[in-house]
């Protein structure tokens, strides 16, 4: 399949990956086996964003939230990321793909801490595809810590109260330097942000795919760029179009 040529295209596109679970209850498979299978999905989204010349790719991997599911799946999760990294690093460095790791970093066991700090380093000066990955990512969580650090700073006197900005406050967050999202999507019909990107999500438009994570495609993930080139972005204005006729 060929790559697409649209009129406008994302420059961050970030992904909600849904409905592991699903996709193997349908199948009267195990949980894991869908968390197995999203992981060949993954590999597949990352080649298809390269190869669209997408500058950054976000992947909701693992929430704050997600700590609530049984002890046995959690483990499984934590398992299939460090397989992942393991197994791909060389080949997403090969590939020119820079690892940028978000998420609450505190609490992980040291061995996934150091393989993501490992992949984060190794690929730190690639220029193609910006993989970013969210683990134990919550949006809710990166203000707290946002603001907790401006407050750090207010205390000791290096910062006053009326001198925060929208744009202090985005250089605290955990994407500072990586640009708003674009396009959001999220596999498996549901129709909700979860805690992701709550902040940077302000102007995204938003495409919403009935499939399950494990069946997504470079077919579907170009699908979605296609209907996020019809979009009319007005980010509060009137449309670029309406604006060049004056109407
Ligand atoms: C997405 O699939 C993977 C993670 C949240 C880690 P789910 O595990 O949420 O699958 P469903 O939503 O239960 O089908
Ligand atoms: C969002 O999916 C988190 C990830 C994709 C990692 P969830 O499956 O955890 O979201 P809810 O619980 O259905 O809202
Ligand atoms: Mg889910």
Same mark, same amino acid.
């Given at each position: 399949m060929s790559e697409p040529a649209f009129l406008s295209m994302p420059e961050h596109v970030a992904i909600i990956m849904d409905g592991n679970g699903r996709w193997a209850k349908q199948r009267g498979l195990p949980r894991a086996m869908g968390h197995r299978k999203g992981v060949e999905a993954v590999r597949e989204t990352v080649r298809a964003a390269g190869d669209a010349g997408i500058k950054y790719l976000t992947l909701f991997?693992?929430?704050?939230?997600?700590?609530?599911?049984p002890e046995a799946e959690v483990t499984d999760l934590m398992g299939l990321l460090k397989a992942f990294i393991r197994r791909d690093l060389a080949e997403l460095h090969a590939q020119n793909v820079r690892i940028k790791i978000i998420g609450d970093?505190?609490?992980?066991r040291s061995d996934i801490l150091n393989l993501l700090l490992e992949a984060e380093e190794t690929t730190r /000066?690639? !220029?193609?595809l910006t993989l970013v990955i969210a683990f134990n990512y919550g949006s809710r969580d990166e203000i707290a810590r946002a603001m907790m650090s401006l407050a750090k700073d207010i205390e000791a006197g290096?910062?006053?109260?009326? /001198?925060? !900005?929208p744009e202090l406050i985005n250089a605290r967050?955990?994407?500072?330097g990586i640009p708003d999202p674009d396009l959001i999507i999220r596999t498996s019909g549901e129709e909700r942000l979860?805690?992701?990107?709550l902040w940077q999500a302000a102007y995204s438009e938003f495409v919403f795919v009935p499939e399950y994570w494990p069946d997504f495609s470079r077919e579907l993930f170009y699908a979605a760029l296609e209907k996020f080139a019809a979009r009319d972005r007005r980010f509060g204005g009137i449309s670029a179009q309406a604006a060049a006729v004056g109407s």
């Open positions: 991997a693992f929430s704050s939230e997600n700590w609530r599911r970093r505190q609490s992980l /000066d690639n !220029t193609a290096r910062l006053q109260a009326g /001198d925060i !900005t967050l955990d994407t500072a979860s805690n992701f990107l």
